[in-house]
């Protein structure tokens, strides 16, 4: 899947586009940036969340940049959006 896309979760935990269960993703809400992966619940199919690798604070500063260059619309955001996190982003989590 194409890095940056975004990703609508519904409140029965489905992806559009679908996305399985530990995908790389930021989370982009209030011009701040996040990385994570995006887990669903196995025993609550409609429960998702996003954990947080142990570097967070390095990679979120990394990937706000992005978003500044790339994406800066996605800072003005009204709503928090989950996008598809950069695969250079990605390979750097630490878990």
Known sequence: MKELTIIKISATGQTEP????GTDILLIQDETVQV???FQDPYEPAS???DHPKNQTDLD?????IIQEQKPEYLKSEIALT???PGDISKDMLW
């Open 18 to 21: 679908y996305v399985p269960s």
């Open 36 to 38: 994570g992966k995006l």
């Open 48 to 50: 998702v969340y996003i």
């Open 61 to 65: 500063f990394r990937a706000t940049k």
């Open 83 to 85: 996008v598809i996190c």
